[in-house]
């Protein structure tokens, strides 16, 4: 069964409830929250809405990971030019070791804000973690009302168009990267903990693009059996066929949330889970 396409009800109910006239809906989305290597990447795209009236977005936006690459780069300049601005911005390798994957996809986030060149009267984010509230209260500014929606890059189509930014550009960064180390195939799984990936850390050690504050490579993380009777990690039950699952968060609020180990022996600075599978796409 074919999943609706996604809608811009919700930026128009946000709209609406900023007030009357002129108002600018930004939807964000971020790629590489869970990869190995390479950058964290936010998509951000504005959209005009003027007392409930939008420009429609091209048809066959969707969430990224449901559209192959080729469709993906096909969408971007149209995307584009039927919005008011997008951008995308960026959290490296050695940022996220310095700070933690929560505090750079903030900052990834603000500068994607900022790159877009317009004020937004309102801001949905995908997911049910606030990484910009705070932030932005904090600016010199009147800050936008921020709205999450768990699965927003499915439905909500500013979110969407947002996600397609953000990937084709983490992608293209990735086979840039690949040119510098292609023993680590990042053209192939852009950064991502496939089992070539992990194989070529463990022989090679570890490039100035990794992040090395996480638990790299194919060892299994310290108190985890190495045996058969180990839960596999997504890589390993998507190529069986089985179910992927990974281990639930930790209950924690974000603002004391610590180090956490997934299922996949990585360590994550919040209570973020690993990326899917497909997302390697």
Do not use: F
């Amino acid at each position: 069964m074919t999943a609706p396409a996604p809608t811009l009800d919700l930026e128009i109910a946000l709209a609406r409830r900023c007030g009357p006239g002129r108002r600018v809906v930004v939807g964000l989305d971020e790629v590489g929250r869970g990869a190995l290597a390479g950058p964290v990447a936010v998509g951000a795209l504005a959209l005009e809405i003027t007392d409930g009236a939008v420009a429609p977005l091209p048809d066959g936006v969707r969430d990224s990971k449901k559209l192959t690459a080729r469709r993906r780069e096909a969408l971007v300049d149209p995307i584009r030019g039927a919005a008011l601005a997008g951008a995308v911005g960026w959290a490296e390798a050695a940022e996220i070791d310095e700070v933690g994957i929560m505090e750079s996809l903030t900052r990834a986030a603000l500068r994607a804000l900022d790159a877009l060149g317009v004020d937004a009267d309102a801001i949905l984010l995908d997911g049910d973690a606030d990484v910009l509230t705070g932030a932005l209260a904090a600016a010199e500014r009147p800050a936008p009302l921020v709205e999450l929606r768990v699965a927003a890059d499915r439905d909500c189509a500013s979110v969407s168009a947002a996600s397609i930014l953000a990937k084709v550009a983490r992608d293209e960064r990735m086979v840039a990267l690949d040119g510098e180390a292609p023993e680590y195939a990042w053209a192939s799984n852009k950064g991502y903990g496939s089992a070539a990936h992990r194989e070529a850390i463990d022989r090679l050690g570890a490039h100035e693009h990794h992040r090395r504050s996480w638990r790299l490579g194919s060892a299994p993380a310290p108190g985890r059996s190495a045996g058969p009777a180990a839960v596999p990690g997504p890589a390993a039950a998507a190529c069986a066929g089985a179910p992927v699952t990974t281990d639930p968060p930790a209950p924690t609020d974000l603002a004391g949330a610590g180090p956490t180990t997934s299922s996949a022996g990585v360590l994550w600075e919040g209570p973020w889970s690993p990326q899917e599978e497909e997302e390697r796409r």
